[in-house]
Nanobody, 122 residues
Framework: QVQLVESGGGLVQAGGSLRLSCAAS????????MGWFRQAPGKEREFVAA???????YYTNSVKGRFTISRDNAKNTVYLQMNSLKPEDTAVYYC????????????????WGQGTQVTVSS
């Protein structure tokens, strides 16, 4: 069982930056692939970024060059550094975990955090 707790969301102006953190419980964090997803009101949950257990990273096209996913296995934490934020990035951001390989489909993840709100004003 893995428990995930996100933090770092908030209100920021367009062009600003935020860093989201996701702290995971459990001793096998390093064996999990971690993903970040987001869900805006009235929309489906969508893939943002993922990092495999070995550190390979994946991004949706709309955030490439702006967002960076990273992990610190010693701290059982995954991060999402978000730069050059746009109003369309406004959503609840969720982290998720699954065994071994990274994936971009929400249904393939086994564990989810409660989410953190990111609001980007224009």
């Amino acid at each position: 069982q893995v428990q995930l707790v996100e933090s770092g969301g908030g209100l920021v102006q367009a062009g600003g930056s935020l860093r989201l953190s996701c702290a995971a419980s459990g001793r096998t964090f390093s064996s999990y692939a971690m993903g970040w997803f987001r869900q805006a009101p009235g929309k489906e949950r969508e893939f943002v970024a993922a990092i495999s257990w070995s550190g390979n990273t994946y991004y949706t096209n709309s955030v490439k060059g702006r967002f960076t996913i990273s992990r610190d296995n010693a701290k059982n934490t995954v991060y999402l550094q978000m730069n050059s934020l746009k109003p369309e990035d406004t959503a609840v951001y969720y982290c998720a975990a699954r065994v071994v390989s990274a994936a971009s489909i929400p249904a393939e993840y086994d564990y989810w955090g409660q989410g953190t709100q990111v609001t980007v004003s224009s």
